[in-house]
Nanobody
Framework: QVQLVESGGGLVQAGGSLRLSCAAS??????????IGWYRQVPGKQRELVAT???????NYADSVKGRFTISRDNGKNTAYLQMNSLKDEDTAVYYC????????????????WGQGTQVTVSS
């Protein structure tokens, strides 16, 4: 069973930066073989997939964050990161990480485990 712990959120002014971390742990869990996804959610809306990184390190981004966010991973530390630059008001949300896989089309398929999330608030 995998456990995920997100951290690094906070209050930041528009145009600022934050770096989120996602630490994974669990007996028998193979972090390096999983695709990692970062999601975000605002109250009343569905959870939105923001970025993914494959086991081989290939990133993918939602159009809304492309060019501003960078996803990375450190398999030695069982940790994934989301560097967020040029933050906008609309980036305000609770951010979650997830370990999943990619299907034959390369679409991310979320796993069943979620962390508690970390709040990101961008003020203008």
């Amino acid at each position: 069973q995998v456990q995920l712990v997100e951290s690094g959120g906070g209050l930041v002014q528009a145009g600022g930066s934050l770096r989120l971390s996602c630490a994974a742990s669990g007996s028998g869990f193979g972090f390096s073989s999983n695709t990692i996804g970062w999601y975000r959610q605002v109250p009343g809306k569905q959870r939105e997939l923001v970025a993914t990184i494959s086991s081989g390190g290939r990133p993918n981004y939602a159009d809304s964050v492309k060019g501003r966010f960078t996803i990375s991973r450190d398999n030695g530390k069982n940790t994934a990161y989301l560097q967020m630059n040029s933050l906008k008001d609309e980036d305000t949300a609770v951010y979650y990480c997830n370990t999943g896989r990619q299907d034959y089309r390369g679409t991310y398929v979320a796993g069943g485990t979620w962390g508690q999330g970390t709040q990101v608030t961008v003020s203008s």
